[in-house]
Nanobody
Framework: QVQLVESGGGLVQAGGSLRLSCAASGRTFTSYAMGWFRQAPGKEREFIAYISLSGLITYYADSVKGRFSISRDNAKKTVDLQMNSLKAEDTAVYYC????????????????WGQGTQVTVSS
């Protein structure tokens, strides 16, 4: 089993940037594809970005495509989310998650989750 801890959240003005990081513990990190999700108050958790085991394949939600970038470092057991051109509607708690298979944009495809990190974008 893999344990995940997110960091890097905070308060930023609209148009600014933040970089989230997710640190994994356990020896099986390279067995998991990884994803980032977010959840705003009163809304369901939504898919943001996915990266394959090797890091060669990535997918993004339409709402963040061209602004966010996901990357992973298997040697360091980390997954990062670079967020640029932030908007007020990006305000949410952001979660990283580990997937062992399934549809990459579905919450049910992920078996381990971090505790989340708050991102607040002021307009």
């Amino acid at each position: 089993q893999v344990q995940l801890v997110e960091s890097g959240g905070g308060l930023v003005q609209a148009g600014g940037s933040l970089r989230l990081s997710c640190a994994a513990s356990g020896r099986t990190f390279t067995s998991y594809a990884m994803g980032w999700f977010r959840q705003a108050p009163g809304k369901e958790r939504e898919f943001i970005a996915y990266i394959s085991l090797s890091g060669l394949i990535t997918y993004y939600a339409d709402s963040v495509k061209g602004r966010f970038s996901i990357s992973r470092d298997n040697a360091k057991k980390t997954v990062d989310l670079q967020m640029n051109s932030l908007k007020a509607e990006d305000t949410a708690v952001y979660y990283c998650a580990a997937s062992s298979g399934g549809t990459y944009s579905y919450v049910d495809a992920y078996r381990a989750w971090g505790q989340g990190t708050q991102v607040t974008v002021s307009s």
